[in-house]
């Protein structure tokens, strides 16, 4: 089993003081980073107390080897979308499969806040037609992306708008991929 206390913790931006003072009873920041790197036996006991500080199912600290779950794969940055380069786990969604992928919004654009997370599903070309008027990441040449409401799927082509107003629609041909949002993370 691979112990995700860290992911989960910087996910929510605490840090080690943070969830040891949330424990019941507190703790001390020291044992929450030796739980984190397996140097002290992650119990029962204690993933009960660390979800419990953390705000997430105990079940959620821990994963077998084997999983591959969703990725964070982009950032929203003012009107735009880029790549983060090597795609990461995200970890605050349960029940999760390899065909979802996520967007990290770091500045707040059109419905979307900083700090929210668009969790996307991939779907195949041909069932693109019943996804119109939804948002949609699509995957373009060199770990480009395209992020918007989908108006458009013409075979091969896909037009995208673009957040906010006054953009210019983008029309990609022969996307690598198409995922379309099914489910915003908002954090309090």
Known sequence: MINRIRDVRKAKGLTLADVAARC???TTAQTVGRLETGTR????DWMNR????LDVEPTLLVRG???DGPKVV????DKDVESIGKPREAVLHHGSSGDIVVIEVEVSSGEYRAGDQIWLRMVSPEDLARHINRDVLVARAEGRFAFGRLFDSDGPRVGVLPLGTGQRQIVIEHPLWIAVAYMLVRTF
Do not use: N
């Open 24 to 26: 019941t009873p507190p």
């Open 41 to 44: 036996t992650l119990s029962l």
């Open 50 to 53: 660390i979800g419990a500080a």
């Open 65 to 67: 080897e084997e999983a």
């Open 74 to 77: 982009a950032r929203l940055i």
